[in-house]
């Protein structure tokens, strides 16, 4: 993969602006140490991680007592205690402000737009958290939300955390299944949900489904409804339900938050793995990692500033949701949207970042791909003017999705590709405003984080591929998973591998630039003949032809009598009325074997009309895998398009 080339450098007057560089001028006076440059900082942040996060701390102006001890047991991965004294409440670092400034925008494709000041969000989290108190939530209960990524949502967040109950939450497009192998295992006492919601210009009722919901959470006292896609509403079929305006009524007198002091470890979220081939793994994450660790990642990496306006395409299913609400602890407005990303002509999001001023846009790697195909060329209609970073993740952003970035959407702006996880609520590897962009690069690792990348024997590696590790623990490790009293699922999940060290699961590389390239997951890899090839390589090559829209590939046991060995299988959707030919197969094979190595090259080419993906976007490799060794999914709730599966399944062509 060619990445010798810089499609960005950070000018010297944004250079000396980032709020990383005053932090790294700060660190070095304050401890007496020489940091020169990001690469000086980043090898003190991981050397000296007791300095370094109480430093972030105070960055970061975190609202609590921090105490004087710093991190307990700091040698034990899982077991380190991370500021073990302190005391805080992640909903009041997040409601600093009262003032009549935009702390939300919202825009329900074209259907709803308004906007909540600072004071109005503090006044209504106020009225929630009341509501909530009388229902007889404390600090330890659950609280759930099936909601778009829509201003209530972060209300009853923000209400819950203030009290130090458990947030969790899942979109409104999840199933009934879906939903009660989430909400069923952590057993919820509230529920927030909506009534419905819009996509493509549709209007989804979602009123019968929260019926069946309700009837299945036996935790549940309270249903609260909140009206988004009707006027009227009937909830005699629905237990325990009440409106959200006759929730809140007896508390619009409520003018204070009584914000619990809570330990820095105290639970404030749950959040679920993508559960696609079992139930979902509950992961508990804490309050103070979650809050330090975005405070980091805003501040230092993102370089938001107070008055930015920052926008992620996400929805609630997704630990970039939680990932934006913490914006408003760097003093960011949220520009929160709910919709399909390519509604008005597919350009609904860049219509947004130029009406409301938006300075950080993020999005997913298969979003650009789709802008790229669909052939949007938005610095030719937008301004954009804003608009200085965009962020992307979700799967790896190929070279390609670089060159479109600076070539159609803006030339001088930081394209930071991330990575990380639900399993962390935040990021591995991520991007730094005072680092040049290198062509299919992420930037760099993230500070505190002592990320390498090791072979089979536990060995780092340079300029090769390996397995992603964490090798020294950090304050948004997860609790553990909820129900694993012994705590052996969450050992097994990311410790079994290299004893003491975090093994994340990702096939990457460290480049001579000391950037990362993610070549996919490890449990995803393929292996013909005893050669890792990660499948991202292969998509690279395969989505550049204009004929194919997306790609999904797997190995297949082959011969199906040796499980040592595999083929590889390529799947290809192509546009709308092409069908697969001789010419394409090969114009496909060649263009795999001509960028990467005779082994990348499929041993059979299929069409299918759909690929399966997550109700996040990312495809779903190991289902297909499954189903093609007639293997169960056994949770297929999971999907956003679980028919889809029918396309791999029973085809003859993979019999020979």
């Given at each position: 993969m060619k990445t010798d080339q810089i499609l960005w450098r950070p000018s010297p007057e944004r250079i000396a602006s980032a709020n990383v560089t005053a932090f790294r001028l700060a660190v070095a006076l304050r401890w007496g140490v020489n940091l020169p440059d990001y690469a000086a900082l980043y090898a003190w942040s991981v050397a000296q991680p007791e300095q370094f996060w109480e430093s972030v701390w105070d960055d970061g102006k975190v609202i609590g007592t921090r105490g004087e001890r710093v991190l307990v047991d700091g040698d034990k991965m899982p077991g380190a205690k991370w500021f073990p004294d302190a005391r805080l409440n992640f909903a009041q670092n997040l409601l600093r402000s009262r003032d009549a400034h935009d702390a939300l925008v919202f825009w329900g494709e074209d259907h709803v737009k308004n906007r909540v000041s600072h004071g109005e969000l503090y006044r209504v989290v106020a009225h929630f958290a009341a509501a909530l108190r009388e229902q007889g939530v404390v600090a330890g209960d659950r609280v759930a939300a099936y909601m778009p990524n829509m201003p209530e949502t972060l209300i009853a967040m923000l209400a819950a955390a203030s009290i130090g109950a458990i947030f969790t939450s899942a979109s409104?497009?999840?199933?009934?299944?879906?939903?009660?192998?989430?909400?069923?295992?952590?057993?919820?006492?509230?529920?927030?949900?909506?009534?419905?919601?819009?996509?493509?210009?549709?209007?989804?009722?979602?009123?019968?489904?929260l019926g069946d919901i309700a009837r299945q959470l036996p935790s549940l006292a309270r249903v609260v409804v909140v009206p988004y896609v009707h006027v009227a509403h009937d909830l005699s079929a629905i237990p325990h339900a009440r409106m959200l305006a006759d929730f809140v009524a007896p508390h619009r007198h409520v003018t204070e938050i009584e914000f619990e002091a809570l330990p820095f470890d105290h639970p404030l979220y749950i959040m679920y793995s993508s559960g696609t081939t079992g139930v979902p793994k509950c992961i508990v994450h804490c309050a103070g990692g979650a809050l330090l660790q975005h405070l980091k990642e805003h501040r230092l990496h993102s370089d938001v500033k107070p008055g930015d306006r920052?926008?992620?395409?996400?929805?609630?299913?997704?630990?970039?949701?939680?990932?934006?609400?913490?914006?408003?602890?760097?003093?960011?407005t949220l520009l929160l949207y709910d919709g399909s990303p390519f509604a008005s002509d597919n350009r609904i999001l860049f219509d947004y970042a130029d009406a409301e001023g938006m300075t950080h846009f993020g999005t997913?790697?298969?979003?650009?791909?789709?802008?790229?195909?669909?052939?949007?060329?938005p610095r030719e209609t937008h301004s954009l003017a804003t608009v200085r970073t965009l962020m992307s993740t979700g799967s790896p952003l190929v070279p390609e999705g670089?060159?479109?970035?600076?070539?159609?959407?803006?030339?001088?702006?930081?394209?930071?590709?991330?990575?990380?996880?639900?399993?962390?609520?935040?990021?591995?590897?991520?991007?730094?405003?005072?680092?040049?962009?290198?062509?299919?690069?992420?930037q760099c690792r993230g500070l505190g984080m002592a990320v390498d990348v090791w072979d089979d024997d536990g060995r780092p590696v340079r300029g090769e591929k390996g397995e992603l590790v964490c090798s020294k623990p950090f304050p948004v490790m997860p609790l553990g998973f909820w129900g694993d009293d012994d705590g052996s699922k969450y050992h097994a999940a990311y410790f079994d591998r290299f004893p003491n060290v975090w093994c994340h699961g990702d096939f990457c590389e460290i480049t001579a630039h000391d950037g990362l390239i993610i070549y996919g997951r490890s449990d995803a890899t393929l292996n013909p003949g005893g050669v890792r090839i990660g499948t991202a390589e292969i998509y690279r090559q395969v989505e550049t032809l204009h004929e194919v829209v997306e790609a999904l590939v797997i190995g297949q046991d082959w011969p199906p009598q040796d499980p040592n060995d595999v083929r590889v299988v390529l799947f290809v959707k192509l546009r709308e009325g092409l069908t697969l030919d001789d010419d394409l197969v090969k114009r496909i094979r060649q263009a795999i074997r001509d960028n990467t190595t005779p082994r990348?090259?499929?041993?059979?080419?299929?069409?299918?009309?759909?690929?399966?993906?997550?109700?996040?976007?990312?495809?779903?490799?190991?289902?297909?895998?499954?189903?093609?060794?007639?293997?169960?999914?056994?949770?297929?709730?999971?999907?956003?398009?679980?028919?889809?599966?029918?396309y791999f399944r029973g085809r003859t062509e993979l019999r020979s």
């Open positions: 409104p497009d999840f199933g009934v299944q879906g939903v009660l192998d989430r909400f069923g295992q952590s057993a919820p006492k509230v529920l927030i949900a909506c009534d419905g919601y819009f996509y493509g210009g549709k209007t989804i009722d979602c009123l019968d489904k920052v926008f992620y395409f996400t929805t609630c299913g997704w630990m970039m949701w939680n990932w934006l609400m913490s914006g408003l602890a760097a003093g960011a997913s790697a298969k979003y650009i791909d789709a802008a790229a195909k669909f052939g949007l060329k670089f060159d479109y970035v600076y070539r159609e959407i803006k030339a001088d702006l930081q394209l930071s590709s991330i990575s990380g996880g639900t399993d962390i609520i935040s990021c591995f590897v991520l991007g730094s405003p005072v680092l040049p962009v290198w062509r299919g690069e992420i990348h090259v499929p041993a059979k080419v299929l069409q299918v009309a759909d690929i399966p993906r997550t109700k996040s976007g990312k495809i779903v490799e190991l289902a297909v895998r499954h189903v093609v060794h007639d293997r169960p999914v056994k949770n297929q709730e999971a999907l956003d398009n679980p028919e889809a599966l029918a």
